[in-house]
């Protein structure tokens, strides 16, 4: 039941109109994170400075948005093969489930280079606390709670989060919308073009439509 209240906010999706599918700015700054991916390797945020990345947050057995989000990161992979500058990181949003094993089989239909593009899972608690505290965004594992942000329309699960090179989300694109590969780029292109950020984090709401 907790799964699936959980689910409920991270494979959702909700329209929306091209107008408010992207959201740029200076967000928050990644906290630290020990992870493990596909290969049952240790992946820290530090491992991540110096690129920009893109997360998105998926879970192995969705049949539905996931695949889209999946899809979506397969192309920007292609688009970016020769770019070393640019990673992608999916955040597994079921790890009771997604055992490394099972998400480098995920990967493997995606033909992820583990070297770019990583499937994290880990412990629970630290995940749902890295997506709402990081990455701002909402989840619940209470079937009650989920209720309440589903009625405010808190669910911007299909969300993918744009971070520079020096840790600090500055974009959320809509991966759901067909124009989000091509906005995606832009930014990216856009963040390659910068020098690393110095600039401390700064605390913003959460992101909303």
Request: charged share 20%.
């Amino acid at each position: 039941m907790l799964l699936i209240a959980a689910l409920a906010l991270l494979a959702a999706c909700e329209k929306k109109t091209p107008q408010n599918s992207v959201l740029t700015g200076k967000f928050r700054e990644v906290e630290a994170f020990n992870l493990t991916d596909q290969q049952s390797r240790p992946v820290a945020n530090a491992d991540l400075k110096g690129r920009v990345w893109i997360a998105n947050f998926v879970f192995t057995s969705c049949n539905a948005e996931c695949l889209i989000l999946s899809s979506r990161f397969a192309e920007l992979q292609r688009l970016f093969a020769d770019e070393p500058g640019v990673a992608f990181v999916s955040f597994s949003v079921d790890p009771q489930t997604d055992t490394p094993e099972r998400l480098g089989q995920f990967a493997q239909r995606w033909h992820a280079d583990p070297e770019r593009w990583y499937f994290l899972t880990g412990d629970i608690g630290k995940l749902d606390a890295l997506i709402k505290n990081s990455f701002l965004l909402p989840i619940t594992r209470d079937p009650m709670e989920a209720g309440k942000l589903l009625s405010q329309k808190l669910i911007h699960t299909n969300r993918f989060a744009i971070v520079d090179r020096s840790g600090i989300v500055e974009a959320y694109v809509d991966g759901l919308q067909p124009e989000s590969v091509s906005v995606i780029s832009r930014l990216v292109f856009e963040m390659l073009q910068e020098s690393p950020s110095t600039k401390t984090s700064e605390t913003s709401p959460t992101p909303r439509t």
